[in-house]
C-alpha cells in the first residue's frame, strides 16, 4: 500500500511530481509537451501542467477540431490561451486555410507566439481582448492564469479591446469554427461580432452559469442569443456521441457547447452518433 509520504509527494504520478520540481527550478520551459499530433512548450501555465501530466486531458476538444475542420478552411479562436487548439486548427487547415488567434493576456500571449512558431502553420495572431467595443480596459493578472478575465472592479493589467468583426476581414466568405473560451465575457464578443458570427458555420464556447452571471446574464440568455442568431446548441456527451440541449437549459458547471447551423450536415461531416 502506498505510504502517506509517498501520496503527500506525489510519487505515485511521477509526471505530476516532475511537473512540480520543474516549474520550482523555473526550466519547464525547456521541455516540450506533445499532445494530439503538435508540440507545446511546457509553459509554467495552468493549462500547460495539466497537458505534462495528461497529454490527452483536451482530447474530446482537439477531436472536434480533427473531425469539423478541412484543409483551407478558417478558424477564429478568442481566449487562444497558450494554443493548443489553435496549433491544432492550424494544423488540420494547412496552408491553404487561416487561423486567427486571440488572447488579451500579455505572458500568455507571448506563450501562444511561442508554440505558433514552434508548429508552423498559417497563424494570425492578435494581442488583444475581445468584446462589443474598441478601446483600452483592465485584464486580471492572477496566478489562476487560464481563469484571467475582463476585470469587473479595475484591478489587473492594462490591454486594448477590439470588436471581433474588426479583426477578422469583411472579405472572408465564411468560418468553419468560431472558438469562445473568454470566462464569461462571451455574450459581448458577440454583439461586436455580428458578421463574423453570421458567417460562422459552427461556435464552440464555453458556457457557465457563474461566469455569465460575472457579467449579468444567464446561460439560458445567451443560448437563446445563439439560436436567435440561426444555431442548434449541442452538447458533447462523450468523444463519440452529441445531443440537443433542450430549452432553458442551464450549465451548472462549467462546460463546453457547440452550436451549428446544421445538426444533420454536422453529424454527417463528423461521424458523431446523434441521440
Known sequence: MTSFVQRVLGLRRPRRLSSVILRRLRISHLFTIHT??????FAPTVWCSVLWEEPNFFRRDTQLLRRWLRPGDVMVDCGANVGLLTVVGADCVGDGGAVYAIEAHPKIFGWLQTNVKLNGG???LVHAAVGNGNGEITFTDGALDDGNHVSVDGSGV??????????VPAELS???????DVEGYE?????????VVSQSEAIYFESSELLFGRYGYR???FLQLLRNEGFEILRLDNP?????????????EIEN???????SAFVSATGYLFR
Do not use: C, Q, W
Open 257 to 263: 457547447l457547440l452550436a451549428v447551423r446544421d445538426v
Open 122 to 124: 498559417r497563424v494570425l
Open 187 to 195: 455574450k459581448f464578443v458577440i454583439e461586436g461580432g455580428r458578421r
Open 36 to 41: 494530439s499530433g503538435i508540440r507545446l512548450r
Open 174 to 180: 465564411a468560418v468553419r469554427l468560431l472558438k469562445l
Open 158 to 167: 492594462r490591454v486594448s479591446m477590439r470588436r471581433l468583426d474588426d479583426i
Open 219 to 221: 446561460s439560458s440568455e
Open 240 to 252: 463519440d456521441v452529441v445531443t440537443v440541449v433542450p430549452p432553458n437549459y442551464v450549465s451548472h
